[in-house]
């Protein structure tokens, strides 16, 4: 699997930005597709995902903020990010769970770097 993750860039406070990640590849055993972030020196913490049903998983700092949502092939997912906060700068990677039934793996796409002006 590769995903391709883009739509980073600067932006003000209140400001509004939307992720893409396209996924290639053996994608019909993607479990759960998702975006992470991490700032320089600290842990990749998870921002949102969405499984393959569509159930959508939120961390605490981005609820009401931020829409994960995927299309209907299932080859792309978007995060919609609103309301953005400097606290939302760091470099945002995809993520996907890939899954059989003897075996799993996750998949890392490239970072793409997002930052907000206060």
């Known amino acids: 699997v590769q995903l391709q993750a883009s739509g980073g860039g600067l932006v003000q406070a209140g400001g509004s930005l939307r992720l893409s990640c396209v996924a290639s590849g053996d994608i019909s055993r993607i479990v759960v597709m998702g975006w992470y972030r991490q700032v320089l020196e600290k842990q990749r913490e998870l921002v949102a995902t969405?499984?393959?049903?569509?159930?959508?998983n939120y961390a605490d700092s981005v609820k009401g903020r931020f829409n994960i949502s995927r299309d209907n092939a299932k080859t792309t997912v978007y995060l919609q990010m609103n309301n953005m906060q400097p606290e939302d700068t760091a470099v945002y990677y995809c993520n996907a769970d890939w899954a059989t039934w003897d075996r799993s793996r996750i998949f890392w796409g490239r970072g793409t770097e997002v930052t907000v002006s206060s």
């Open positions: 969405v499984t393959f049903s569509g159930r959508t």
